[in-house]
């Protein structure tokens, strides 16, 4: 072996020594705080766990109860029904927002909007929905304008049919700014000289909006939507404050029953299968968007 | 004609951008009331038309939150505590592996990443219920250490870093280790200092997403002198009953204060994280 060999393989095993080194804490809080307590809620999900009076395995039965009990049936539709409109909502509007405001403005004014907008983001739901559950209520300051307008008065929370609206509605309110940004940024990287072409040519704002905008950003609105379903798919405090999963089960979330079931009920080997299935709804649609946007998207 | 519709579209402009000033302004009325009436007496609170605007200055509110029999003194500094140690461990540990991640090649680099990387898709309800065991046998539950241990590491933080550190130039760090500087060295006198926006972004995010946290500290910190903050505003409400919704307010108020002084001092490094972020995923 060559001197210049030698010390070259030398730089190389002593970059791995500190590669390694550099990410030994990380990965192991990672094993210790996720990757494991994935594993053994997996486990967990095929048990009937009670560490005071003995655990057996149950096969397949949480899972089974999951899907064939009318209850969980309807909280697993709401969680959905709920992500759907969510999703809608949130990126629409965001995508909306963001091409009313990508425009020259002042220093200032621009500064405004984001605090507006993005406000509502960084505050925790479980303060805001305080708020929020004031505004709703029956006698609340909705209702009184709505009186004042002439209107019957709406039965924000108390009603099966509207209380998941809206708590969609607050939801929009409070994310929709998190999508704004990231399609203002996704928008200003559309190339000028393609859209002026365009302009040049005559194109009519809308088409120009389908054909190239919306194509170009297209990466973008596919990682907005699967962000969003990520986060709404998981969605507990808004509900448990608003509504508490009420009235009946109508708004009541897979989040909601994992609580209950594992702390309530100590059923914790079914709470650990809810949480397997959101899960698995949350790979599956990572999945999607990873197949969809390498076969679609193109840059 | 060609005057005529740049003048249209400077009218345009203008019109859009006045229509989203009223939507901007709409957006922070829930703040905007919540604040004024954490100022009112109860017997102002409920009048109706209801006011937006701050109807009178007291300050008795939050004298009662304070005296409130919920400790809202002890449940602040736990708030505090987890914050600070999360975000102090975030900063420590995402940069550290993310200057391993972006910077230095060892076998296995990435499929480790990618393994890190997977974890931004496992909520915390499939992560819960095992750490909440583990905790109950080594008596972390009520401890407000525990939940802060849960999150003194995130992929999210790490996949931030990378993004950032990729994006500068290697050619300094090429020439330290020229000289040989040893890999410590390289990390701590040339990436870090290049990293300060980043440390910034990721320290807000991270402060302010630990701030929030609600479901895991309901399960983890049920008790009252370990509890945080926003499982605090529930509580009160449900202790004071609607008749004295403002003292909920004020104690709102002194609860969202350093999240919004936060936002207002540094909103260009939020946004810059988030559209980093979202961007180049």
Known sequence: MSNTEFVRSELRASQARAGYLFIVPAMLLYLTFVLAPVVVTVILSFAFYDPQFGSHWVGLDNYRRFFTDPRSVQIFWNTLRFTAMAVTGNVTVGLLLALALNRVMPAWLLYFFRLAFFLPVIIAAAFVAIVWGYFFQDSGIFNYYLSHLGLPAVHWLTSAQTAMPSIVFMDVWKNTGFFMVIFIAALQGVPKTITEAAIMDGTPSWRRFWRITLPWISPVVFFAIVYASIGALQVYESIWILTKGGPGDATRSMSINIVEEAFGSFQIGYGASVAVVMTVVILFITGVQFIVSRRLVRY | ?281
């Not at chain 2, 905790?135 to 999150?151: D, E, H, R, S, T």
């Open chain 2, 1 to 281: 004609m060609g005057i005529t519709t740049t003048q249209a579209s400077r009218w345009i402009d203008r019109a859009i951008i006045s229509l989203m000033a009223v939507l901007g302004i709409f957006m922070l009325l829930p703040f905007a009331w919540l604040i004024s009436m954490s100022f009112r007496s109860t017997v102002d609170a409920y009048r109706m038309p209801p006011s937006f605007f701050p109807t009178s200055i007291e300050f008795t509110n939050y004298i009662s939150v304070l005296k409130a029999s919920v400790p809202f003194l002890q449940i602040y500094i736990n708030s505090v505590e987890i914050a600070v140690i999360v975000t102090v461990g975030q900063l420590v540990t995402c940069t550290l592996a993310a200057f391993a991640f972006a910077r230095l090649k060892f076998r296995g680099r990435d499929a480790l990443f990618f393994v890190l990387l997977v974890g931004l898709m496992f909520p915390a309800q499939v992560t819960l219920l095992p750490i909440f065991l583990g905790f109950a046998k080594v008596g972390l539950i009520n401890k407000p250490l525990g939940l802060a241990l849960m999150y003194l590491t995130s992929s999210f933080g790490v996949f931030l870093m990378r993004q950032f550190m990729l994006s500068q130039p290697k050619v300094l760090e090429e020439a330290a280790l020229m000289d040989g500087a040893g890999y410590w060295k390289i990390f701590w006198r040339i990436s870090l200092p290049q990293l300060r926006p980043a440390l910034s972004a990721l320290g807000i995010i991270t402060f302010t997403q630990t701030w929030n946290y609600y479901l895991q500290a309901k399960v983890l910190l049920g008790q009252q002198n370990a509890m945080t903050l926003p499982l605090a505003m529930d509580i009160l409400r449900g202790y004071l009953g609607s008749g004295n919704l403002a003292v909920v307010m004020a104690a709102m108020s002194m609860s969202v204060l350093p999240v919004i002084i936060l936002f207002l001092l540094a909103q260009k490094f939020v946004i810059e994280g988030v559209t980093m972020s979202g961007i180049r995923n």
